[in-house]
């Protein structure tokens, strides 16, 4: 049989159980280095120290009568139980709230949350996270006040159970202190009668009522007891309770809302005495001792003025705090909100926010791209309107690169220097969604995003072919890129972060290590870990990860027998060339390895007094590979399987079924201009030039490593 708010006296233990599984189960190491991770792991902890001491005393008063088999909880214990949901809150509720939040963040509970995850996590909950502490806090302050109370009545259901007879509380008390009858100790009432609320503050606190009352009040003469003890306990808990008096160092005076926050709960408590609500409820009911309880300790802390421990600060301050400190009625248990579109989510990162083009009329339109893992990405876009301010419209879109074609629509051969254009659709062409941008730059950003790639350079006008051969599909003009992989930042970086780096906050976990690795191993054994070359920034490092330019990046590795450095090796630049190939739209990939050049003794260049528009990019490995991408049909009908995705970072599977083209010798680049070319070769060479930085980079260290390491 269940009570109150429907759970049954097990439950208390329940609750107490999953509490702890909470703190056991749903935080990290890393994160109880975090300060505001400990704080709210203790105070879910406490309120399971809290339930555990309630279902101790339901325990005890067990132990002391036999219980019938068919009689329901409230029938054994009596009417105390019946109240006791009332008075303490649904505190289950707001444990499966704190574990339901927790859970989002999914790799709370398996141990691979980084810095910077639990900094997005933290950012973008922030305010429920706030929420729940305060409901959480609010229960173990309830639980504090009632638990002498309850086991006051649990006794008395026992002792008038025994005796065949009524008695009150009083009674009790004296029964259990020394054998005698008692009378109820009035000096609290009496001393908090003479407690002088000015007429200012209670005037402000009558205005108050009217704002975010319950429904259950309607006068100021009926004060409903739930809701007002609510009140009384959530402001006691925030008043001068919360001050700690440093008499030598002069910290005597509490801050403003805490003075005024210990004047509320008498005020408050005078009007809850003299509600009908209250009174009905008898003076041997758990209410009743409820307050008793909660006037001795709030007639505790004005002593701390009479005895000098404290000081009153000057009404002046107590006059000029601002309305919302004289609000009265409390929310016990706040909804978590629904975050907006545009607002960052749990381990995401904002990376990218562009304004597009207006559409029409005063509409204003921007595109904000999450980064939810190396390959999964969500894109929202906000429509306002700048005459009318009310309005705001939000679509927001779930894309997985490894499942969604990138369609490069500005760059189709013949196409327009004012297009701006990129498509998305599923990987079977269909459902496609146009994104219209600006200009060539936010095409560039929002590409970058979507396949970790800056583009170090852009060219159009051009011409090429391969081993110089003109026939169809060999040949033809385009658009060229340069590639780097630099993947797009992280907006929101933590500023509180302190040393760490401010890179390995922007990396993002994964099961593998990308491209070749070498690992050097020494120390002992502890639990595996692996990252991702997603990492976006730099600043001073005093953490274990070493970052090295470019993006080699060097990670901690633990195994069950050694530890060790994991190194990957620099993901090489790339070209990328944007055309058509017998009517159907083309991409060539070019890896920039170190054995691709540009020979100058393979064109005119060799020659001073030719003005050369060539550039002849050849390698000296054999074979000298190009890959090639065409899209599943001619023309306009094959443009959605023309995927520029597929050369995005991390690698999709079908990368490695992409064409080679066939005995390729070199690659002949025509530009318009001999200016064109000697441009291009520039870029090209200070591509190189950070190319080839990153692999020395990586061999050094990897030679320092395992020099170290056999040593």
């Not at 190491?29 to 339930?51: N, P």
């Not at 210990?262 to 005495?273: A, D």
């Amino acid at each position: 049989m269940s009570v109150g708010f429907g759970f049954s006296v097990g439950d208390i233990a329940t609750a107490a159980k999953l509490a702890y599984d909470i703190c056991q189960n749903c935080f990290t190491r890393a994160q109880a280095a975090d300060v505001k991770y400990l704080r709210f792991r203790q105070d879910i902890s406490s309120l399971a120290e809290s339930l555990e001491q309630l279902q101790r005393i339901l325990d005890n008063a067990a132990r002391q009568r036999s219980r019938r088999p068919w009689q329901t909880d409230v029938e054994y214990f009596g009417e105390a139980l019946r109240v006791l949901p009332e008075v303490t809150g649904d505190f289950r509720k707001t444990l499966e709230d704190c574990k339901r939040l927790l859970n989002d963040h999914s790799r709370l509970q398996y141990g691979r949350s980084s810095v910077a995850s639990n900094f997005a996590w933290w950012t973008s909950t922030e305010r429920d996270v706030n929420n729940l502490r305060e409901r959480v806090r609010l229960h173990i302050t309830k639980v504090s006040f009632i638990a002498k109370p309850f086991e006051l009545q649990l006794l008395l259901e026992i002792r008038r159970e025994l005796q065949l007879l009524r008695s009150d509380v009083a009674e009790l008390r004296g029964i259990l202190t020394n054998g005698l009858p008692q009378p109820i100790d009035t000096s609290n009432d009496i001393y908090l009668q003479t407690v002088h609320v000015q007429v200012e503050v209670a005037f402000r606190f009558t205005a108050a009522l009217g704002s975010n009352r319950p429904s259950t009040f309607d006068t100021s003469s009926a004060w409903p007891v739930k809701e007002g003890f609510n009140a009384l306990v959530f402001h006691f808990a925030k008043s001068t309770v919360e001050f700690n008096s440093y008499q030598r160092l002069g910290q005597s005076v509490p801050e403003g809302p805490q003075y005024l926050n210990l004047l509320k709960s008498v005020w408050i408590m005078r009007q809850l005495k003299a509600s009908p609500s209250f009174q009905s409820t008898g003076h041997a009911s758990l209410w009743a001792d409820y307050m008793r309880e909660l006037g001795a300790d709030i007639k505790g802390q004005f002593r701390r003025f009479d005895k000098g421990q404290l000081v009153r600060p000057p009404d002046d301050v107590i006059f000029q705090l601002p309305d919302e400190s004289y609000s009265i009625w409390v929310d016990e248990e706040p909804p978590l909100r629904s975050l907006d579109l545009v607002e960052q989510r749990p381990l995401e990162e904002k990376i990218l926010e562009l304004s597009l083009p207006h559409s029409y009329g005063s509409r204003q339109s921007s595109l904000t791209v999450f980064r939810k893992s190396e390959s999964a990405f969500r894109l929202v876009k906000t429509t306002k309107m700048t005459d009318n301010p009310l309005y705001h419209s939000e679509e927001g879109s779930n894309v997985h690169m490894n499942s969604t074609r990138l369609v490069p629509a500005y760059a189709t051969p013949g196409a327009s220097s004012t297009t701006n254009n990129i498509a998305l659709c599923n990987d079977r062409g269909q459902h496609e969604e146009w994104l219209s941008l600006k200009s060539p730059e936010d095409v560039a950003a929002l590409q970058r995003a979507l396949t970790g790639y800056r583009i170090h350079h852009s060219m159009s006008d051009f011409s090429w072919c391969v081993n110089g051969s003109r026939e169809p599909g060999d040949s033809g003009r385009g658009m060229l890129q340069l590639w780097q992989l630099k993947p797009l930042p992280n907006m929101q970086i933590p500023t509180e972060a302190g040393a760490l780096d401010r890179k390995e906050l922007s990396l993002i976990t994964a099961n593998t290590l990308p491209g070749d690795a070498a690992t050097v191993t020494s120390g002992t054994s502890s639990n595996v870990r692996s990252h991702s070359r997603f990492s976006t920034s730099t600043t001073n490092s005093t953490s274990n990860t070493t970052v090295l330019s470019g993006s080699s990046i060097t990670a901690t590795v633990f195994g069950p027998r050694s530890d060790g450095i994991e190194l990957v090796r620099p993901e090489v630049p790339a070209l990328i060339i944007f055309t058509k190939c017998k009517g159907k739209y083309t991409l060539l990939h070019i890896k920039l390895e170190h054995s691709v050049f540009i020979n100058p003794k393979s064109c005119s260049c060799r020659n001073p007094k030719k003005a050369c528009t060539r550039a002849i990019l050849e390698s000296s490995t054999k074979p000298f590979v190009v890959q090639r991408l065409c899209a599943d049909h001619e023309e306009e009908q094959g443009l959605f399987s023309w995927d520029l995705a597929m050369f995005r970072y991390p690698r999709r599977p079908e990368f490695t079924h992409v064409r080679t083209v066939e005995k390729m010798k070199y690659l002949d680049l025509k530009f318009a201009s001999v200016a064109a070319k000697d441009e291009f070769i520039r870029e090209l060479a200070e591509l190189e030039n950070i190319r080839n930085v990153d692999l020395n980079n990586y061999e050094t260290y990897l030679r320092e490593r395992k020099k170290r390491a056999m040593s």
